[in-house]
């Protein structure tokens, strides 16, 4: 699960590491802060730009909001209340180029 170019097969949501796929977000945005700290404005736009394509970055994504949200039973602006782990696969992978 490194870099921001993988293709992962899609996973089960009891499939996946959620622990590994938070601490690589977490390690990613850690780089981000130190680049802006340090001014590097050009290695803080290439590390956002690889935080956005990140496949773990979109998994956890889809889990806030899915999971861990706490509206996640109010539907949204399609009528969609709870998402099955196979239609959260489909989500990360739509959500994705």
Request: aromatic share 6%; glycine share 8%; charged share 30%.
């Amino acid at each position: 699960m490194r870099g921001a170019g993988n293709n992962i097969p899609p996973r089960l949501n009891h499939q996946i590491y959620w622990r590994k796929v938070e601490r690589l977000t977490f390690k990613l945005q850690k780089r981000i802060y130190r680049a802006s700290e340090r001014g590097d404005v050009k290695a803080v736009r290439k590390l956002q730009k690889t935080l956005i394509n990140s496949w773990s970055n979109k998994v956890l994504a889809v889990r806030r909001v899915t999971q861990d949200n706490t509206g996640k039973r109010t539907a949204g602006v399609d009528g969609i209340k709870l998402l099955a782990p196979k239609q959260r696969i489909k989500l990360v992978q739509a959500s994705g180029s």
